[in-house]
């Protein structure tokens, strides 16, 4: 399975982006989909994340209300809108993927996803 985030890009405090993760390749039925950002020197952070199985979305504390998933079964596509951007959201984000553990298992834990895509920075700057 190949991913590839796409989206990133420099935006004004309080304004918008939309993230798009594409999934290629062999996609298991039942698969689970993370993002994650990493700000430099720092261990990779998980901020949401999306089982197949059951439609389930899980946000970490930091973006609850401004990130929202979304996901387009035809493209094999998941989504993560980011609204009312901060500067302390400036990072790279990545997305991943694995299989759950148990059907409709959601992890922000990095060591959970075996395959990663490339990153794709946001700046969030004035």
């Known amino acids: 399975v190949q991913l590839q985030a796409s989206g990133g890009g420099l935006v004004q405090p309080g304004g918008s982006l939309r993230l798009a993760c594409g999934v290629s390749?062999?996609?298991?039925?039942?698969?689970?989909i993370g993002w994650f950002r990493q700000y430099p020197g720092k261990e990779r952070e998980g901020i949401s994340c999306f089982s197949n199985a059951d439609g389930y979305t899980d946000y970490a504390d930091s973006v609850q209300g401004r990130f929202a998933l979304s996901m387009d079964n035809a493209k094999n596509t998941v989504y993560l809108q980011m609204n009312n951007l901060k500067p302390e959201d400036t990072a790279v984000y990545y997305c991943?993927?694995?299989?759950?553990?148990?059907?409709?298992?959601?992890?922000?834990?990095?060591?959970?996803?075996?395959?990663w895509g490339h990153g794709t920075q946001v700046t969030v700057s004035s």
């Open positions: 390749g062999v996609i298991a039925k039942a698969y689970v």
């Open positions: 991943a993927t694995d299989a759950p553990i148990s059907k409709g298992d959601c992890y922000m834990t990095a060591t959970m996803y075996r395959s």
